[in-house]
């Protein structure tokens, strides 16, 4: 059990970390223990560029506790690594979606949202993530060719 107590401040060290303002997340930083820092690190993972990491971001701007003030920016770093691996996964994994839902070949369906059979498959496999833009073109393109082949469109099931 923590000994961690905030002053001036209308939360508690039971409430969710949520809810923490920026100086309970500073006497957290300079005075709670692993347990404390604990939280704060779930709440990073769970939302890498949510509040509680803006919050403990801006604390660190002014304030340095030795140890934690490190320990916490890898926490941040490595979570938003984390997520942007994740992401780019989950980009692939649309694409190749898309892909089969055209039902057309990579180079056909390459040729048609105007790129190359090399570079779809960079974004097939997450290692080149595309545009915004050039989702919306595949989505469509996945779309029309589900349309004209009704085994890959979802208005056939």
Known sequence: MSNLAFRNVEVAPDDPVSVWPTEAIQTTLERGGLSDWRQLAVAVRTHPWGAVARRIEEVLRYSRPYGVSELMERVIDRA??????????????????????????????????????????????????????????????????????????????
């Open 80 to 157: 938003r690594v984390d997520a942007e691996r994740a992401e780019r996964g989950a980009v692939a994994q649309e694409v190749g979606d898309l892909l089969e839902r055209a039902g057309l070949s990579r180079r056909e369906f390459a040729s048609r949202i105007g790129t190359s059979t090399s570079r779809l498959s960079t974004y097939a496999t997450g290692k080149v993530t595309p545009s915004a833009a050039l989702m919306v073109r595949m989505r469509a393109e996945a779309e029309a060719a589900g349309e004209l082949d009704p085994k890959h469109s979802r208005r056939a099931i």
